[in-house]
């Protein structure tokens, strides 16, 4: 029931049309009690508190449904100064006109007088204009900044599910590696497997993870490497006190996939694949290094770089000025080294 009313009272206070009657009705309120003629509200305080409201609902939404959008959101500005002046001189035009020749045909019962003067009612007209149109900018401002913080999230789901399928691919490859060769250890890899996807589906949905939880999903991918590579030629060292900290998951898998691909290759006797991930108070210094041979796998080279090219995207947008990345890449090696401040 509470998250009911969370939710409800949530989608109220982005209602547009609710968010202008309450305006309107704290208008009303405040301009009855400095309008009233006696220490109690009669009801003509009502009707004229009322009916003065006339010009200025008339000003106000002229200014935001036709000079917002045709002059000022066009970076007309000087247009839409000239405007505004013209809508507070036809205001207070109006407000006269209103109370001076119109209102008494309204109301025959009562005597309504129009009690400011041109330039007393053109300072009401102003201070409405600046006030609701400093509202809808501060709304449209908001407002941006939620659709830029759904879009962000949107990209970072969009490069998220990019990596599943790679990942996934990589890992069934090694399983079929391992069925031709009748190997006895592919049931306990397929468990193996289905463990790691489940900490990608469902663990890594979170912006951050424990930082155990990643160490330990990337030992689990290393183990069936070295299983599939027949060779313990991989080193994964972990310095440091990596409990209580938490990091944006799936972002050292893309570059330990890409070791594999290439520091493994042909089997060559000097393959190697070294990892290292060292805590130093609340910075992550992640290091990969590996050797470089011929290609062994055409369809691995087909997916050569996507999972990089989407991890420094998520780096860019979930730590930004927060993190640091150099990639060298040579003849005989490729060497990673990504920098992180934890949070």
Not at 172 to 178: E, H
Not at 239 to 245: A, L, N, P, S, V
């Amino acid at each position: 029931m509470n998250s009911y009313l969370k939710i409800t009272l949530g989608r109220l206070i982005k209602n547009r049309v609710l968010q202008h009657i309450l305006f309107w009705c704290l208008s009303f309120l405040i301009l009855m009690n400095v309008l009233k003629v006696s220490a109690e509200v009669k009801q003509i305080d009502l009707i004229y508190t009322a009916v003065f409201h006339l010009p200025i609902v008339c000003v106000v939404y002229l200014n935001l449904k036709l000079l917002f959008p045709l002059l000022w959101e066009r970076g007309k500005y000087f247009g839409y100064a000239a405007a505004v002046i013209a809508a507070v001189v036809f205001g207070a035009g109006f407000y006269l006109l209103l109370f001076d020749k119109l209102i008494d045909h309204i109301f025959k019962g009562y005597y309504f007088i129009a009690y400011y003067s041109f330039w007393d009612i053109s300072l009401f007209f102003a201070i409405y204009l600046f006030i609701s149109g400093l509202l809808h900018l501060a709304r449209g401002y908001f407002r941006a900044e939620e659709l830029e913080k759904e879009k962000s999230q949107a990209e970072l789901k969009a490069l998220k599910s990019q990596i599943n399928p790679h990942f996934l691919f990589n890992s069934l490859n090694s399983i079929y590696s391992m069925a031709r060769k009748e190997a006895k250890e592919v049931p306990e890899k397929i468990v193996q497997l289905s463990d790691l996807m489940r900490h990608i589906i469902y663990e890594s949905d979170a912006d951050f993870i424990a930082l155990e939880k990643e160490v330990e999903m990337l030992q689990n991918y290393i183990d069936m490497q070295n299983l599939r590579s027949g060779k313990n030629k991989i080193v994964f060292n972990t310095i440091g006190d990596i409990k209580g900290k938490k990091i944006a998951p799936l972002l050292f898998l893309p570059f330990v996939e890409n070791s594999f691909k290439h520091g493994m290759k042909g089997g060559a006797d000097n393959a190697f694949v070294n990892i290292n991930i060292e805590v130093v108070g609340k910075v992550l210094h992640f290091e990969v290094e590996n050797s470089k041979g011929q290609a062994n796998d055409p369809l691995l080279e087909k997916y050569h770089g996507i999972g990089i090219d989407n991890v420094k995207k998520r780096l860019e947008m979930i730590y930004p000025n927060q993190h640091k990345l150099m990639i060298s890449d040579n003849e005989e090696t490729f060497k990673v080294l990504l920098q992180v401040h934890l949070n």
